[in-house]
């Protein structure tokens, strides 16, 4: 991947993106298809390093597997999700 398109996929995916993956092709260690992840850092080869829900750490391939931006109203319903669990355990 040339310079314009990493600089290009950092622009696009800051650290603290959140995506949820659709496929991968990795036979050795795939994250499952529906997991969601946070985007840490796009390396020089356009790669996007991943922190993922499931604890994984295997970065996406642009070309090769297929994945999407979270949108606002999934962002919004994640934020309420872990406001509820995080009262539930101060309730306990």
């Not at 398109?5 to 298809?33: F, I, K, N, W």
């Not at 946070?38 to 993922?52: P, S, Y």
């Not at 509820?84 to 306990?92: A, D, L, N, P």
Request: with cysteine; hydrophobic share 35%.
């Amino acid at each position: 991947m040339n310079n314009q398109l990493c600089e290009r996929m950092r622009t696009h995916y800051p650290p603290g993106t959140r995506v949820q993956l659709l496929r991968m092709d990795d036979p050795y260690a795939p994250v499952p298809s529906g997991t969601r992840g946070t985007v840490t850092h796009v390396d020089d080869m356009g790669q996007l390093q991943m922190r993922w829900d499931n604890g994984q750490s295997l970065a996406l391939i642009p070309e090769e597997d297929v994945f999407r931006k979270l949108t606002a109203a999934e962002l919004a319903e994640e934020q309420t999700m872990q406001e509820v669990q995080g009262f539930e355990m101060k309730m306990e």
